[in-house]
């Protein structure tokens, strides 16, 4: 294979990403893991930050994408890696996000990648994270993030095909906008964004395909920003 592209889960070099969707929507898989580019991006982040949990550490990853489990269950000792989804085929835990049955402040490492524009109640959600997350651990967050400065909502929204129209996806229920941040805030988190386009990923946005294109005919402007979130300390 060639060597023009790169895919730093399963670091095989790749003469080409795949197509996944429509060519228009311009969004990248690997052909060999099928990571997508927010997963690429969310993992050359934990590189480039040394945020990797230690072995002894707990980690709740929600919806896991299996070239992202593989990696992070090898991190940290048995047992201290869990992966929660509604359906019971998809994870190790059927957790349902908005009502958490664990204990407060158990997970010192949390993973939510474009989870919340499913959820009709990201507050609670939201909440329910807050909860569960130890007092100095990270939760890192991915949603897919709309051209707009505010998120928008309309819960007249119900069919499918408008959902995916006006949201992006059938079973997406608003689109955030850049104040997802403040949502984050709001629900006391501090927030640190990193963005796929800032400058000092020029070199490795197009090789690593980390995002969707500025071309894309998604209603997105991007997929794969991470949030780290920290709990606020009291002042």
């Given at each position: 294979?060639?060597?023009?592209?790169?895919?730093?889960?399963?670091?095989?070099?790749?003469?080409?990403?795949?197509?996944?969707?429509?060519?228009?929507?311009?969004?990248?898989?690997?052909?060999?893991?099928?990571?997508?580019?927010?997963?690429?991006?969310?993992?050359?982040?934990?590189?480039?930050?040394?945020?990797?949990?230690?072995?002894?550490?707990?980690?709740?990853?929600?919806a896991p994408e299996w070239c992202m489990e593989r990696k992070l269950s090898s991190i940290v000792d048995k047992g201290n890696y869990?992966?929660?989804?509604?359906?019971?085929?998809?994870?190790?835990?059927?957790?349902?996000?908005?009502?958490?049955?664990?204990?407060?402040?158990?997970?010192?490492?949390?993973?939510?990648?474009?989870?919340?524009?499913?959820?009709?109640?990201?507050?609670?959600?939201?909440?329910?994270?807050?909860?569960?997350?130890a007092d100095d651990g990270y939760l890192l967050m991915q949603v897919p993030i709309g051209r707009n400065m505010v998120t928008h909502?309309?819960?007249?929204?119900?069919?499918?095909?408008?959902?995916?129209?006006?949201?992006?996806?059938?079973?997406?229920?608003?689109?955030?906008?850049?104040?997802?941040?403040?949502?984050?805030?709001?629900?006391?988190?501090?927030?640190?964004?990193?963005?796929?386009?800032?400058?000092?990923?020029?070199?490795?946005?197009?090789?690593?395909?980390?995002?969707?294109?500025?071309?894309?005919?998604q209603p997105y402007s991007c997929e794969s920003r991470v949030y780290i979130c920290t709990k606020q300390t009291a002042s």
């Amino acid at each position: 294979m060639g060597s023009l592209y790169e895919c730093n889960l399963c670091e095989s070099k790749l003469a080409e990403f795949f197509h996944f969707g429509p060519i228009q929507n311009d969004n990248h898989i690997c052909p060999v893991c099928g990571s997508f580019g927010r997963q690429r991006f969310l993992w050359f982040i934990l590189n480039m930050e040394n945020l990797f949990p230690r072995r002894n550490q707990r980690v709740l990853h929600f919806a896991p994408e299996w070239c992202m489990e593989r990696k992070l269950s090898s991190i940290v000792d048995k047992g201290n890696y869990i992966s929660g989804d509604l359906n019971p085929n998809s994870a190790s835990v059927v957790l349902d996000i908005t009502n958490l049955k664990l204990a407060d402040n158990s997970f010192d490492f949390v993973i939510c990648s474009h989870v919340l524009e499913h959820i009709p109640d990201d507050v609670k959600a939201l909440s329910e994270l807050h909860r569960i997350l130890a007092d100095d651990g990270y939760l890192l967050m991915q949603v897919p993030i709309g051209r707009n400065m505010v998120t928008h909502e309309d819960s007249s929204i119900i069919s499918e095909l408008d959902r995916e129209r006006v949201f992006g996806q059938s079973d997406h229920v608003r689109l955030y906008g850049s104040d997802i941040v403040q949502r984050l805030e709001h629900a006391n988190f501090d927030v640190r964004a990193i963005d796929t386009r800032d400058a000092e990923f020029k070199s490795d946005f197009i090789r690593y395909a980390f995002d969707i294109s500025e071309k894309s005919l998604q209603p997105y402007s991007c997929e794969s920003r991470v949030y780290i979130c920290t709990k606020q300390t009291a002042s």
